[in-house]
């Protein structure tokens, strides 16, 4: 098992930017890949962001050049940097990890909110 805590949400004017954490804890020397999905109300839940290492990252291509992952192995860490926001991030953001590749994203953290005002 594998658990997730998200820290870093919150309120934040259209152009500002926020750093989103996750901590992993329990056997997270099998996590493989770590990343992130976000839920706006009344949409489908949708890709972010995933790392495995620095190496190997993938950003949802609407994303790219706003949203950055990285990921601190030794502390368990993934964060998210979210720069020039706009009320269409606003949502609840989720961390999740996996133990390989070819699985689905087996754990998943409580979520933090982000609200992006205009």
């Known amino acids: 098992q594998v658990q997730l805590v998200e820290s870093g949400g919150g309120s934040v004017q259209s152009g500002g930017s926020l750093r989103l954490s996750c901590v992993a804890s329990g056997r997270t020397e099998y996590n493989y890949a770590m990343g992130w999905f976000r839920q706006a109300d009344g949409k489908e839940r949708e890709f972010v962001a995933a790392i495995v290492s620095h190496a190997a990252v993938r950003i949802a291509e609407p994303l790219k050049g706003r949203f950055t992952i990285s990921r601190d192995i030794v502390r368990n860490t993934v964060y998210l940097q979210m720069n020039n926001l706009n009320p269409n991030d606003t949502a609840i953001y989720y961390c999740?990890?996996?133990?390989?590749?070819?699985?689905?994203?087996?754990?998943w953290g409580q979520g933090t909110q982000v609200t992006v005002s205009s």
């Open positions: 999740v990890s996996k133990f390989r590749s070819s699985d689905s994203w087996n754990y």
